[in-house]
């Protein structure tokens, strides 16, 4: 499978480090796009992201990529997370930047594009910009984590999150907690 993976300025720099090392690189090609405010979110919240091996790591505004053509074929791209600014100027048809233009010509050429936005509370001006990506064919998955798999630790509680994206790449993807399915079992109260 062919990936873009793209992080914006919203709080959550966990969910990508944890889809980034959930994905197998040998198995898939992965091309990883951060903006500025990414990074500077990324070092509040994460000393270090750790890029695995085999990704490839490109600049906000780099058009000299494959991806930003809809000649070039390409399977999926996410974006986690995203901010209500990439959301509104994504709703907005704005291609402004290699990231944004990347997230257009997926929805053009029927791509999947899963959005993962973080923000709370939401004003009537995010919600409608969440309508108009869906309507346009983006896949929305709030950063919104689950509980009743009875996660221990703040990475427990992310995997909720990234479980979802991975099931809608279509990725392998184990270690997922699947409610009433074998071996499915909540973890035991401690
Ligand atoms: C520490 C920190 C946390 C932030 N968290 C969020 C957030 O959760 N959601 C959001 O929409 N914006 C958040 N922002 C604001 C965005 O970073 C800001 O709107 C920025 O312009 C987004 O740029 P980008 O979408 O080009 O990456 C945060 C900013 C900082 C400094």
């Keep these: ?15 990508l ?11 898939n090609e992965v091309h990883l796009i951060i903006s500025g405010h ?21 600049p906000e505004n780099d ?12 399977d999926a791209m996410v974006i986690v997370p995203c901010s209500m600014s990439t959301l ?21 050429e029927r791509r999947k594009l899963i959005v993962v ?3 709370t509370p939401w004003n009537l001006i995010h919600a409608r910009n969440v309508v108009t990506v869906l309507e346009a ?10 509980f009743y798999s009875r996660p221990q630790s703040v990475i427990d509680v992310v995997d909720t999150v990234v479980w979802r994206i991975l099931d809608q790449l279509g990725l ?9 399915d074998e071996g499915g079992e909540p973890a035991a109260k401690s």
């Design 117 to 119: 936005p973080r923000e």
């Design 1 to 15: 499978m062919k990936l873009v993976i793209a992080a914006t300025g919203a709080s959550g720099t966990i969910y």
């Design 63 to 74: 058009l000299n990529v494959p991806y930003v053509s809809g000649s070039s074929r390409f």
């Design 88 to 108: 509104g100027r994504l709703a907005s048809g704005s291609g402004e930047t290699a990231l944004l233009r990347t997230a257009d010509v997926f929805l053009k």
């Design 172 to 180: 392998p993807n184990p270690r997922a907690f699947r409610w009433k």
């Design 137 to 146: 064919g983006a896949v929305v998955l709030p950063a919104i984590p689950s």
């Design 38 to 58: 990414a990074r500077q979110v990324a070092a509040q919240e994460v000393d270090t992201l750790r890029v695995p091996d085999g990704v490839a790591k490109h």
């Design 17 to 27: 480090q944890r889809l980034l090392e959930q994905i197998d690189t040998a198995a």
